[in-house]
């Protein structure tokens, strides 16, 4: 057992004592006096049962070559049961009381060492959920962010003061840097590593303690995102658009992003700069006078002209903005700012002055997008986002790039938080963290699967007319007489609503007025008989109780489309209805109040749609 084994047994045996001792002397404390967070029923679960669904197991058993030893599987399953389990927090001790078979010690073996690898399980995890929902032939977009969460303690692998997304301060607490796809109307994490600070990675004793790899050193967040796209590259994945935040809108991302030959649409801070495509540069500027000390100056080189964003906000002229709907709201109605687009490059002011001529000097040429809100109502602030492409982009498409990037704390860390238990892990190792990354994933990936928009159900397509009756019909009985009857030879037709003629009386099937039990008895209506020449030229016409077929309504659809399809109907109705409900509140806030009265007295406000009769099945 190595030394973070034993002190984790120590630590173990330490609270089991403590406990048994609090027990000793104050006896057990009543129900009613618990703490209700510390409460665990027993055998409760929610998405998994007492023996795990088949479904998990099922969908665990693809990944059979990650997890090669039979032991190791088995731990998986009690592990990725407890993370889609209902349980409040998802560690060890939670764990152990609600899934039979877990412990904490076979937990911790489990994501502290195994031998697994967490990055070959995200591979097959990705490339699996591509081959399910049929987007294998599609690339994958890729967002560039961060997951972060509180975390005291000293010995915990990562954790350092340093500036937390979740608090939007500086507080301890642990950062991991991650990859989000997006393909098509879906999106799914793709991987991650821990942020390692500069502390942490010079301290040898930190660094034996939480195992981390000798291969690991200190690399900022950019450079993460760059090894982990790298990484994802070679899986292999098809990689599309790259985007990110301002956090990742540098230098040096873009010019990695350009080498690797990838799109992106980066958003940059209200301070970095831009040199415009087709301003003139500043002209060389002569030494000022020798001061005596010192060494002589130099003539200042020809350079660009630079612009901080938010100063361009303020200096553009007003007939390069353009009003653009980019989105739409919650609420239906349409998300309108104003943009202006510019080419430019990004640079630094530190690269201009040491060499304005170098290759790395500054980016290639770029789209520079200024985004700005353009009414009272908007408190955003205004936004500049750099994106690649030919100057043939229109401004809706660059308009519609910036907005492309999705929630993602809403869609991904924030559910992985609050239903799979991503920031519940309290472990202190490396590969410990990397491993519950891993799992956690895969869970997350396995909900969304689970969540999938469902096809409707199968069923038959509209009949205009119901099928033709077969030879046992009770609508047999109202055909036309057969020729037999009438003395005449019967003539062959290819109609299919035409019955054959019967070989003999004493065979003819039993009509609607013969009882089941062969006693005959005259028939109450009978048919009347149809001339030869008729019968020969088109089929009779099928009739019920006096009835043709023809004017019925259609067969009714099997009842779950038929629901299927009311409740599509239903909700378009009342989506329509909202969206003319918020269009008239919002011209009752901008309008003045005479037009107003104006527009009311004409009726010439947008009329409310009519829901008339909705459907509601048979």
């Known amino acids: ?40 029923e027993p055998r409760r679960f929610g998405a998994v049962a007492l023996i795990p669904p088949a479904p998990v197991s099922a969908y665990l058993e693809r990944f059979a070559a990650v997890f090669r030893r039979r032991d190791t ?5 009690l592990y990725l049961s407890g993370l889609l389990s209902d349980l409040a927090r998802k560690n060890g001790e939670t764990i152990e009381s609600a899934v039979p078979g877990a412990t904490q010690r076979n937990i911790w073996d489990f994501l502290a ?37 509180r975390k005291k303690g000293e010995l915990s692998v990562g954790v350092a003061r340093q500036y937390l997304g979740c608090l939007g301060k500086v507080d301890n607490g642990q950062v991991v840097v991650t990859l989000h796809g997006c393909c098509g ?35 900022t967040k950019p450079e993460i995102a760059l090894a982990l796209l790298d990484r994802v590259a070679a899986w292999p994945l098809p990689l599309g658009r790259v985007y990110a935040d ?12 350009t080498q690797r030959s990838l799109a992106f649409c980066l958003g940059i801070h209200s301070n970095d700069c831009v040199h415009l495509i087709g301003e003139p540069w500043l002209p060389p500027e002569p030494p000022p006078p020798y001061a005596g000390r010192g060494p002589h100056p130099r003539t200042r080189p020809a350079r660009p002209r630079l612009h901080k964003a938010a100063e361009l906000h303020a200096n553009v002229p007003a007939h390069l903005w353009k009003a653009l709907a980019y989105r739409q709201g919650t609420d239906g109605l349409a998300l309108v700012r104003e943009f202006c687009a510019l080419r430019a490059r990004l640079t630094t002011v530190a690269n201009i002055k040491a060499d304005p001529l170098a290759p790395d000097a500054e980016s290639e040429e770029l789209w520079l997008l200024l985004e700005r809100p353009c009414g009272s109502e908007d408190k955003d602030d205004p936004k500049q986002y750099i994106i690649s492409g030919p100057e043939t982009l229109s401004m809706d498409e660059l308009a519609q790039l910036a ?27 490396w590969p410990g963290l990397h491993h519950h990354l891993a799992m956690v994933w895969l869970a ?8 999938r928009p469902l096809p409707p159900p199968e069923g038959p397509a509209p009949l205009s007319q119901p099928p033709a009756p077969t030879s046992s019909s009770p609508l047999q009985a109202q055909t036309p007489a057969s020729p037999a009857a009438t003395g005449e030879q019967p003539t062959p037709t290819a109609s299919q609503h035409a019955a054959p003629p019967p070989p003999a009386a004493t065979n003819d099937p039993p009509s609607a007025s013969t009882p089941p039990n062969g006693s005959a008895q005259p028939a109450s209506d009978p048919a009347p008989p149809v001339p030869s020449a008729a019968r020969s030229l088109a089929p009779p016409a099928l009739t019920l109780a006096g009835v043709p077929l023809a004017n019925l309504s259609p067969a009714p659809l099997p009842l779950p489309r038929q629901l299927w399809e009311s409740v599509q109907e239903v909700h378009r109705r009342f989506q329509e209805c909202v969206r003319a409900l918020h269009e008239r509140e919002r011209l009752f806030d901008v309008l003045p109040t005479d037009l107003r009265t104006e527009l009311l007295r004409r009726g010439l406000l947008p009329r409310l749609p009519d829901l008339g009769t909705l459907p509601c099945g048979p």
């Open 113 to 149: 060492r195994s031998k697994w690898s967490a990055s070959g399980l995200d591979a097959a995890r990705v490339l699996d959920y591509r081959v399910r929902t049929d987007c294998s032939d599609q690339s994958m977009d890729v967002i560039l962010d961060e997951v972060s969460w």
């Open 403 to 429: 907005h492309r990037r999705p929630e993602i704390e809403r869609q991904s860390y924030e559910n992985a938080k609050q239903q799979v238990g991503l920031d519940d892990y309290q472990g202190r190792s």
């Open 185 to 219: 109307n879906g999106g799914l994490p793709l991987t991650g590593e821990l942020f390692l600070p500069e502390a942490w990675a010079n301290n040898e004793q930190h660094r034996a303690e939480a195992k981390i790899p000798a291969t690991v050193g200190f690399r």
């Open 73 to 77: 599987r088995e731990l998986a399953l």
């Open 246 to 257: 301002p956090g990742y809108g540098e230098l040096p991302v873009v010019q990695g992003l």
């Open 444 to 451: 997350l990936t396995f909900l969304i699967l689970l969540r």
């Open 1 to 40: 057992m190595d030394d973070e084994g034993e002190r984790d047994l120590k630590m173990w045996a330490r609270l089991k004592r403590e406990q048994a001792l609090r027990a000793l002397r104050f006896g057990p404390r009543p129900p009613h006096e618990r703490d209700p967070r510390r409460q665990l």
